[in-house]
């Protein structure tokens, strides 16, 4: 099972599991097709969008299944 950090690409995530666009986009990040938005880390964007990068690798790693 993958484990997301905040250090990943969004463009990584969404390989991951494409059903991770919508959680983003209901956080607040409408612009996750872009191409730059596809190069930033999810820290950077979450900064961006005014969101707690921790709390948004939480909801995420919750999503997945994943561990903390």
Known sequence: MA???KDMIIADLV???QNI???LMREG???IGCP????????EAALVH???PDVLVA???NF?????
């Open 3 to 5: 484990k997301i950090s």
């Open 36 to 43: 730059s938005a596809q190069a930033e880390s999810l820290e």
């Open 15 to 17: 390989k991951i599991d």
């Open 59 to 61: 909801r995420l790693n």
């Open 50 to 52: 005014g969101l707690d």
């Open 64 to 68: 997945l299944g994943a561990e903390e």
């Open 29 to 31: 990040m409408h612009c």
């Open 21 to 23: 666009v919508p959680i």
